[in-house]
């Protein structure tokens, strides 16, 4: 009787049956490899899109045309009574001076050619000067080279986005000033340098002058208010529910709006500190410490929810060990379970730092979109960061203002890569293994 009418398989039948099954799976496993493979290029073909978009718009914003020109810095002129006080300064003719030396340069006569003269350089010309006769009055009296910032539209057609062949009157800028720029240009008196006002300049209306340095201090306010509040409580949240609470109804229903928390929109804190802060306590709108107080509510479940699961990653034989050799469960946990649980607990508080600070719709609904031009000294302090800076900027319609969003952009994800590198090299430092 056959193998068939027995009911069994001949071995070279299974054999063969087993090979086909094989070379199914691994079929299967190598197109879902290659599925997994497209995947990742696809990935990466957007992020690198978006770099790419952000570097070639940014890289030219970290710079801007300036004029040198030879300045006759006349003290009867800039210092009108004599003490060399800031008032003095400001009742001072700054600007007469500056534009002298700029008839000179460009050769300007008239008043309709003084005027389109006048409207090449930038209208911080004269905070430059004056910042440089006080920090050095010694130049007073002297004729000194000294660089300035030109206007945004002049820069804009420096850079060729505003062109030649264009009819006048569509046109930011008329012939005549043309005219003045090609002489200036001619003379070597123009140059594209490091734009220094992007990296200490503050907020200003006019694209030339704007920086990020009010909008970055703002940010590290905000930052240092999120950590002191956000930090201490996570971690004591965290050792609490795991090590010291009760199982029962009370602490679960805690442990799930925790977890919920942590998917709450961001715009909710904020509607939250609105309605509270500074609806109910009356506290100042825009001011780092407020913000500080809604992204430390919002970074709070990120930082409990780490921090439980690196305390869950200590080996329970370190608490046995402590347990044995006569320490209390304060003990055990102060002196042995917190200090190894530290690098995922600082690991997930740098990440959820590194969320907050790109974070901008809670902090809009505090008021930290005003515009605000001084520098914050304190918490207390009006001031901005910098994600709503860059949300200001890109509603703007000036060119340079694009660049320099860009170039915020770079600046903002260069904090972030440095902070989540930050958690990579404490966690390898602090990590221990068993």
């Given at each position: ?57 940014g ?51 008239g ?16 905070q ?25 539209d ?11 062949e ?13 005219g ?65 609470a ?22 909710v ?26 992204l ?7 930082i ?55 974070e ?17 000294g ?29 170039a ?16 990579i ?10």
């Amino acid at each position: 009787m056959s193998d068939v009418t027995k009911g069994r398989i001949s071995p070279d039948v299974a054999a063969s049956r087993v090979a086909a099954g094989l070379a199914a799976r691994r079929s299967k496993e190598k197109r879902f490899q290659l599925y997994g493979k497209i995947a990742i290029g696809i990935a990466l073909a957007f992020l690198v899109t978006l770099f790419v978009s952000i570097f070639s718009k940014g890289i030219p914003g970290f710079f801007q045309h300036y004029v040198t020109l030879e300045v006759t810095l006349d003290r009867a002129k800039l210092d009108p009574a004599g003490d060399l006080s800031v008032q003095s300064l400001y009742d001072g003719d700054a600007r007469g001076v500056i534009r002298k030396a700029l008839y000179e340069a460009t050769g300007a006569s008239g008043r309709s050619g003084r005027k389109a003269a006048g409207k090449i350089i930038s209208g911080g010309a004269e905070q430059r000067l004056r910042e440089a006769v006080l920090n050095d009055p010694s130049i007073l009296d002297t004729t000194q080279s000294m660089t300035f910032a030109v206007d945004d539209d002049v820069d804009s057609f420096l850079r060729g986005f505003i062109k030649r062949e264009t009819p006048e009157k569509d046109r930011r800028i008329n012939d005549r000033m043309i005219g003045y720029i090609d002489t200036l240009t001619e003379q070597g008196l123009i140059s594209f340098q490091f734009s220094d006002y992007l990296i200490f300049g503050s907020a200003s209306r006019n694209a030339e002058m704007a920086g990020i340095f009010g909008a970055l201090i703002g940010s590290i306010l905000t930052l240092a208010v999120c950590l002191v509040l956000s930090f201490p409580m996570g971690v004591a949240t965290a050792v609490y529910l795991e090590e010291f609470a009760p199982k029962n109804r009370v602490t679960e229903l805690i442990e799930i709006n925790i977890n919920n928390l942590a998917a709450v929109p961001s715009v909710v804190f904020g509607i939250l500190g609105l309605a509270i802060f500074i609806g109910i306590f009356g506290m100042p709108r825009s001011i780092p410490l407020i913000g500080g107080v809604v992204l430390a509510l919002m970074t709070l479940p990120t930082i409990i929810i780490s921090s439980r699961a690196a305390i869950r990653a200590v080996p329970p034989s370190i608490r046995d060990a402590a347990l044995g050799v006569g320490a209390s469960r304060m003990q055990t946990m102060l002196h042995h379970v917190v200090p190894l649980a530290m690098p995922g607990m600082l690991t997930g508080t740098i990440i959820g730092m590194a969320q907050a600070l790109g974070e901008t719709a809670p902090l809009l609904m505090i008021g930290m979109v005003a515009f605000i031009v001084d520098v914050p000294g304190s918490v207390t302090d009006p001031g901005t960061v910098l994600p709503v800076q860059i949300f200001m900027w890109a509603d703007f319609a000036e060119r340079m203002f694009v660049l320099k969003t860009s170039a915020a952009i770079m600046v903002l994800l260069a904090f972030l890569i440095l902070m989540n590198a930050a958690a990579i090299i404490i966690r390898k430092k602090l990590e221990r293994r068993w």
